[in-house]
């Protein structure tokens, strides 16, 4: 048989346990928490393509050869830059994409690109309107599901503490209990 302070640091120990345990809990489900969770996730992923392109970028860079090696070397460099590319197919896009960007903004428009500019800007402005359109119709739905989930986080904490609230009461009545037994072999003994 237990003593009575050793029943009492169990029941404090469960108290503390589960007080953590709702706290976590509430933690975990809450909407800003999730929020941030996402945020690092992106901004994880976001860190990581920038190192692949920075570290293909570095890697290349190395493998080109000097000036005065060009004509000896033209056909390794080719197969070096090949082989650098073929692990890295967004790098090669962002690079060629950046390359044909700053080669157009050296060339002057000429007034037919800026007419097909104009014609293809008039014909996207319904795209535009309903992807906006689009994006509202999913925000509704998106703001119902986070209340949704606010509201089941809400309701699992509650019964998480009201299961607390149960088993502390069932250990302070096996307390009692026990302390009463205690005291009956006490004085019967």
Same mark, same amino acid.
């Given at each position: 048989?237990?003593?009575?302070?050793?029943?009492?640091?169990?029941?404090?120990?469960?108290?503390?346990?589960?007080?953590?345990?709702?706290?976590?809990?509430?933690?975990?489900?809450?909407?800003?928490?999730?929020?941030?969770?996402?945020?690092?996730?992106?901004?994880?992923?976001?860190?990581?393509?920038?190192?692949?392109?920075?570290?293909?970028?570095?890697?290349?860079?190395?493998?080109?050869?000097?000036?005065?090696?060009?004509?000896?070397?033209?056909?390794?460099?080719?197969?070096?830059?090949?082989?650098?590319?073929?692990?890295?197919?967004?790098?090669?896009?962002?690079?060629?994409?950046?390359?044909?960007?700053?080669?157009?903004?050296?060339?002057?428009?000429?007034?037919?690109?800026?007419?097909?500019?104009?014609?293809?800007?008039?014909?996207?402005?319904?795209?535009?309107?309903? %992807?906006? /359109? +689009? &994006?509202?119709?999913? #925000?509704?739905?998106?703001?119902? @599901? *986070?209340?949704? $989930? !606010?509201? =089941? %986080?809400? /309701? +699992? &904490?509650?019964?998480? #503490?009201?299961?607390?609230?149960? @088993? *502390?009461?069932? $250990? !302070?009545? =096996? %307390?009692? /209990? +026990?302390?009463?037994?205690?005291?009956?072999?006490?004085?019967?003994?």
């Amino acid at each position: 048989m237990s003593d009575p302070d050793t029943i009492r640091r169990d029941i404090e120990a469960t108290r503390s346990d589960l007080s953590y345990d709702v706290d976590a809990l509430a933690d975990k489900v809450s909407p800003s928490s999730i929020a941030d969770r996402q945020k690092e996730k992106v901004k994880s992923r976001a860190r990581s393509v920038r190192e692949s392109f920075m570290g293909a970028v570095h890697t290349a860079t190395d493998k080109v050869p000097s000036p005065g090696d060009v004509g000896s070397n033209a056909s390794d460099a080719a197969g070096s830059a090949v082989e650098t590319a073929k692990g890295h197919p967004l790098v090669v896009g962002l690079v060629a994409f950046g390359a044909g960007w700053l080669l157009s903004s050296l060339i002057p428009t000429a007034p037919a690109e800026r007419q097909l500019a104009s014609t293809a800007k008039e014909k996207a402005a319904p795209l535009v309107d309903q %992807a906006k /359109d +689009a &994006a509202q119709q999913l #925000k509704e739905p998106a703001q119902q @599901a *986070a209340a949704h $989930v !606010k509201e =089941t %986080a809400t /309701d +699992a &904490a509650s019964t998480v #503490k009201q299961e607390g609230r149960s @088993a *502390a009461s069932d $250990v !302070k009545g =096996t %307390a009692a /209990d +026990a302390k009463d037994d205690v005291r009956g072999a006490a004085q019967g003994g």
